[in-house]
């Protein structure tokens, strides 16, 4: 469905949550920051939204396991304890659901039910229509979504015999980045656990095909044409920062250039419960 341009209007925000452009010219143009984020011309961000303690969790169970397969894995696409580990370009991808801890994924319940009841009851109970409204766009619901069930991607394993469902534990160490892409479900939750003490950060495309957008990307990376297209934004806020974006935005995770960045990140639609 093609937008509805309204007048002209700049970035909104709300208690706890900052819209970001990243289509500025489109962005402009819509009648609000729904349809925007609907339509992958900005993504929101969440100040604030896991704890310090929540963040450890997450991030300690994840480098337990990679330090376990770091001392007995030998391969590159390996399974382990049922699941498919992934690395690619220096990242070790870990399913929650699938991996981690009974700790680790009671943190990430919760940071699905504190996202819902952002979105139906706003910051600190205080109804926040844009919010809102944002559920009701991307969902096609804004009440009662805790009734409802988060349906995650799944990204199945090389052979298609072993399931390794979203949420991840993402953990990039120096040289690790993702490619660009867009993610295959309604929206898009990612919580920062541990920031880079040089570069990473997460960055955001246009969704066009300009390839005359010059790269900012080294030497070495400029050889990857996935890596090729200069970002209109690049996000690197504090740990316990969340993002959320819809499904069609392009980004990826830029290249760590010294110390690891570990993010909590899955793509996910709302469904009725079966």
């Not at 001392?71 to 699941?83: A, W, Y």
């Not at 979504?145 to 015999?161: G, I, N, P, T, V």
């Not at 920062?241 to 639609?269: N, Q």
Request: charged share 25%.
């Amino acid at each position: 469905m093609e937008p509805s341009y309204g007048q002209q209007r700049q970035e909104a925000s709300g208690p706890g949550w900052q819209e970001r452009f990243v289509d500025a010219e489109r962005a402009h143009a819509t009648a609000s920051v729904a349809l925007a984020v609907s339509e992958s011309l900005s993504y929101i961000v969440l100040s604030e939204f896991a704890t310090p303690h929540e963040c450890c969790a997450l991030q300690n169970s994840a480098q337990t396991l990679q330090d376990i397969y770091l001392k007995h894995g030998d391969s590159n696409v390996d399974i382990f304890r049922g699941i498919v580990i992934k690395w690619v370009s220096e990242v070790s991808r870990f399913s929650v659901k699938g991996l981690l801890d009974e700790h680790a994924n009671a943190v990430s319940d919760t940071l699905m039910r504190r996202l819902l009841d952002l979105f139906e009851f706003g910051q600190d109970k205080i109804a926040d229509n844009e919010l809102s409204e944002i559920a009701l766009q991307v969902f096609g619901a804004k009440a009662n979504l805790q009734e409802k069930r988060a349906k995650w991607y799944d990204e199945m394993s090389h052979d298609d015999k072993v399931s390794n469902p979203e949420p991840m534990v993402n953990i990039y160490e120096e040289g690790g980045y993702f490619k660009r892409h867009g993610d295959g479900m309604h929206m898009t939750l990612l919580v920062i656990l541990e920031e880079a003490l040089e570069g990473g950060g997460t960055a955001f495309y246009t969704n066009d095909d300009d390839d005359d957008n010059k790269t900012i990307m080294d030497e070495h990376q400029q050889d990857n044409p996935l890596l090729s297209k200069t970002p209109q934004r690049i996000e690197m806020p504090p740990v316990g920062t969340a993002m959320i974006w819809g499904a069609k935005l392009l980004h990826s995770a830029m290249p760590v250039l010294k110390g690891s960045r570990t993010v909590f990140v899955g793509s996910f639609d709302l469904v009725e419960h079966e």
